[in-house]
């Protein structure tokens, strides 16, 4: 995702990492070439050492008070953590730490999901042609004193590039200015070394006789045709 967005081709990253073509490909489409927002724990949910201490609780036969005094957590957390990770008998802290990361991993919902008449709003805007930043920026003067009413094109973006969010329709990508499927670094560019440059041109030093004659013929009509003295 970082050379990604760094402007490199696909090609080039396909080849550098020798994978597959498919592959990297469904990788960068699954979060629209935009890089996830970085995970973290809330310092309120248990750690793997205090998932430990229980695993060693429960082995030992202490009481969830117990467990729970030592640790210094509500009995109600030690309870309700044994009981979502398979209870007395198979409760281990490596299995369980990785079950309540899983759990928490979900997208935020976003804006325009959670407002469908901001939504709506932008969808018709989109169809009429206009970019997420004309959009974000109208949005804001019109509704200048309503938050809930105004949204950053980069939400707009998100939105049609993340589909999981399921907002905005992905039919609409084809009215952005350029309605390619994923979210391209502002670095890419698809210049090359050779980029503008014409296919076996010859120089002009070296045209034929007859073709500098032309061009002469051609500068004396221009001149007489446009003499002042004419």
């Known amino acids: 995702m970082g050379r990604w967005e760094k402007g490199e081709s696909l090609n080039a990253i396909v080849r550098d990492l020798r994978s597959y073509h498919s592959a990297v490909q469904w990788a960068l489409a699954r979060t629209g070439g935009i890089r ?18 229980i695993s060693r609780g429960v082995f030992a036969g202490h009481s969830v008070r ?6 210094g957590r509500a009995p109600s957390t030690v309870s309700r953590e044994i009981r979502r990770n398979g209870g007395r008998r198979h409760y281990l802290a490596n299995k369980s730490d990785k079950a309540a990361w899983d759990r928490a991993h979900r997208p935020k ?5 959670e407002n469908p008449a901001l939504a709506r709003i932008v969808a018709k805007k989109l169809q009429l042609q206009w970019s997420p930043r004309q959009i974000a920026g109208w949005l804001k003067r019109r ?8 949204v950053s094109h980069e939400t707009i973006y998100r939105t049609l590039f993340i589909q999981a969010r399921r907002a905005l329709k992905k039919e609409l990508i084809k009215h952005l200015r350029r309605s390619r499927a ?7 560019t698809q210049k090359t070394g050779d980029h503008g440059k014409i296919t076996d041109a010859v120089s002009i ?11 002469r013929c051609c500068r004396v009509r221009i001149s007489l045709v446009t003499s002042p003295f004419r």
């Open 205 to 215: 030093r070296e045209r034929p006789g007859d073709v500098e004659d032309r061009s």
């Open 66 to 71: 117990a467990i729970a005094s030592q640790l």
């Open 143 to 150: 509704f200048a004193d309503d938050e809930s009413l105004q």
């Open 36 to 53: 996830p927002a970085p995970r973290w724990r809330s310092r309120l949910a248990l750690k793997l050492a205090e998932r430990e201490e």
């Open 109 to 113: 919902t976003c804006k325009l999901a």
């Open 182 to 188: 994923m979210c391209r670094s502002r670095h890419h």
